[in-house]
């Protein structure tokens, strides 16, 4: 019999909500939208539940890269997997022939790896612990070519609801220029998942003169929930 996971102690599968820390029993009710398999054992660090991308938004994010991908872009690349909600969508689409995840914070990248586990596609993932623009300069650098990078960064917590129109200059721990900079430098195809209040003339700063970006809104009970901006040659199949 295989040894069964044991999970560090900063993760959690909590079972009710009276387990659960009173700073995020909001998200109790939501679990099975964060997750549809979460009785199965989803873990969770408590600062996860935040930042995991509800299952249908990452199925639709995953759907519209599918849809939209460049030409010979066959790589998926997901700077900021946290608990692993957008890293398994993108992996059950079976388009990509290589997920590779990157997340910085062990405990959260185990929960990442259980997760996938759980929906059956760990064998379609490649993980990496640490900083993301290192890893792209030097252990995925010979990949870029083939690559398209998706990011979901941290937005600075959830204060961000409290912004009429989101700043994205000062957006902590990374400023929409440093992401689109760093990405950029590595492939030009770049998929940021961003507050839906996201301020539109800041992205639409780092469009190059004479082409397009798609910003894409993605909704839950008629509400959005976040939208997306596609920097690069999306939609251009030819």
């Known amino acids: 019999m295989a040894e069964e996971e044991v999970a560090p102690p900063e993760v959690h599968h909590y079972e009710s909500i009276e387990e659960v820390p009173w700073d995020i029993q909001n998200y109790w009710s939501q679990r099975h939208r964060i997750f549809s398999r979460y009785d199965d054992g989803v873990w969770l660090t408590d600062d996860a539940w935040f930042g995991v991308t509800p299952e ?9 890269l599918v849809e939209n991908a460049p030409a010979g872009r066959c790589i998926l690349v997901d700077c900021f997997a ?6 398994i969508a993108f992996a059950k689409t079976g388009k990509w022939k290589r997920v590779y995840a990157i997340e910085k914070n062990p405990a959260v990248l185990q929960c990442a790896k259980h997760n996938a586990k759980i929906y059956g596609v760990e064998d379609k993932i490649t993980w990496f612990e640490g900083d993301c623009f290192e890893i792209l300069k030097n252990q995925l650098k010979d990949l870029a070519p083939y690559s398209v990078i998706f990011a979901s960064p941290p937005w600075g917590g959830p204060g961000y609801r409290s912004d009429q129109v989101f700043n994205l200059r ?23 998942y ?7 003339r800041q992205m639409a700063k780092f469009v190059p003169e004479g082409r397009k970006a798609e910003v894409m809104h ?17 939609n251009n199949h030819s």
Request: glycine share 8%; with cysteine; proline share 6%.
């Open 56 to 64: 249908p938004v990452a199925n639709k994010i995953a759907t519209h």
């Open 82 to 87: 946290g608990a692993g909600g957008n890293t």
């Open 218 to 234: 993605y909704c839950m009970d008629g509400h959005s929930k976040a939208l997306c901006i596609f920097y690069g040659d999306f």
């Open 194 to 200: 961003l507050p839906r209040t996201s301020d539109v």
């Open 170 to 192: 000062t957006m902590e721990p990374y400023s929409l220029e440093k992401l689109y900079k760093e990405y950029s430098l590595f492939t030009p195809h770049v998929a940021l």
